[in-house]
């Protein structure tokens, strides 16, 4: 059985920083990609940032780039998201992500091409 198991959210201070990890497992075949996606209050579901499996190309939306930063352990399935100089703007759940493919046209941030997903984890950046 497949699962996306998130952590490290929570509360912290305009400017702070946070780091997201993702555990997977129960994928008896390769996923094509894995990442991050949002939810804030009254807003549609948006990608902040993945990682392509066969070649660990990076993708990220333009309001976070210079501010986050994906990584990956392979041998232990598990994705982070490093959060820096946090936003009020970025407060939303956070949820980790699996493609397992194809995506087209370039779409790696796109919400459509994702097949599971985990239960998602809270992140309140407030003074």
């Known amino acids: 059985q497949v699962q996306l198991v998130e952590s490290g959210g929570g509360l912290v201070q305009p400017g702070g920083s946070l780091r997201l990890s993702c555990a997977a497992s129960?994928?008896?075949?390769?996923?094509?990609?894995i990442g991050w996606f949002r939810q804030a209050p009254g807003k549609e579901r948006e990608g902040v940032s993945v990682?392509?499996?066969?070649?660990?190309?990076?993708y990220y939306a333009d309001s976070v780039k210079g501010r986050f930063t994906i990584s990956r352990d392979s041998a232990k399935n598990t994705v982070f998201l490093q959060m820096n100089s946090l936003k009020p703007e970025d407060t939303a759940v956070y949820y980790c992500?699996?493609?397992?493919?194809?995506?087209?046209?370039?779409?790696?941030?796109?919400?459509?091409?994702?097949?599971?997903w985990g239960q998602g984890t809270q992140v309140t950046v407030s003074s």
């Open positions: 990682v392509v499996s066969r070649d660990g190309n990076t």
């Open positions: 129960g994928f008896t075949t390769d996923y094509l990609a």
């Open positions: 992500a699996v493609a397992m493919g194809p995506v087209y046209g370039g779409g790696w941030l796109y919400k459509f091409y994702y097949d599971y």
